[in-house]
């Protein structure tokens, strides 16, 4: 069992469907982000949480909706989105998410197309 | 984000040599990372480096933190068909908390 677990693995929808993504970290981290993994464009990071706090949002669309019930779980919902949406979106947890030296473990990703 | 620029883009080789890839920024980072990232999967950790200089192994796979904290490089020692994926670079800047930034990635193939 890998330590950040995401499912579903791949996800097609409409772009007028609601869905969720989720994530789970076993590795008793307080920090979760997620980040978009389009081909051949470095790795965008969208939020960040920190003890459950939302400590950075980078310009994200609000059609993506990140919630953090606990410092184990992680979700983001996805409504009205559009097919450039389609990419690899990964979830990641580390230590610590205000603090030098973090080094991020990642989940296997879902692969969303918007159709 | 600190724009990472990661080298080379691309490469193709024969099993048992050895590779070379680098990446570099205009700034100074605390922390460089290594990641290699499977096809349909997510990136994993390679290597972890934490002070300038720094020269650390996992393996066949050797990772410096430059001197000047704004370049790291990552070798691999006689490479084998598994090696095959995409390595990312990561770095933290020294001018915000937490967020890593990463290269585009160096394709690596290996033919048998």
């Known amino acids: 069992e890998t330590g950040v677990t995401q499912t579903p693995r791949h996800l097609v929808m409409g772009m007028t469907n609601k869905k969720s993504l989720k994530c789970e970290q076993h590795?008793?981290?307080?920090?979760m982000y997620w980040y978009k993994q389009s081909a051949k464009k470095p790795l965008e990071l969208m939020f960040v949480y920190s003890l459950e706090e939302r400590v950075e949002n980078n310009s994200v669309p609000s059609r993506f909706s990140p919630e953090c019930p606990n410092s184990s779980h992680l979700f983001l919902h996805l409504h009205t989105l559009q097919p450039e949406d389609s990419a690899l979106y990964l979830c990641?947890?580390?230590?610590?998410?205000?603090?030098?030296?973090?080094?991020?473990?990642f989940g296997q990703g879902t692969r969303l197309t918007v159709v | 984000g600190q724009q990472l620029n990661q080298s080379p883009q691309s490469m193709f080789i024969q099993e048992g040599e050895d590779v070379s890839m680098n990446c570099t920024s205009s700034s100074i980072f605390n922390t460089w990372l290594w990641y290699k990232q499977d096809p349909g999967e997510g990136p994993v950790l390679l290597i972890a480096?934490?002070?300038?200089?720094e020269l650390t192994s996992n393996g066949r796979l050797t990772a410096q933190f430059g001197i000047t904290r704004k370049d790291s490089f990552l070798n691999i020692s006689a490479s084998i068909p598994s090696d095959v994926g995409i390595y990312f670079c990561a770095g933290q800047p020294s001018i915000s908390g937490y967020a890593l930034n990463f290269g585009k990635g160096t394709s690596l193939l290996v033919t048998p």
């Open positions: 590795l008793g981290h307080n920090a």
């Open positions: 480096l934490y002070k300038a200089g």
């Open positions: 990641a947890s580390s230590q610590g998410a205000l603090v030098r030296n973090t080094e991020a473990f």
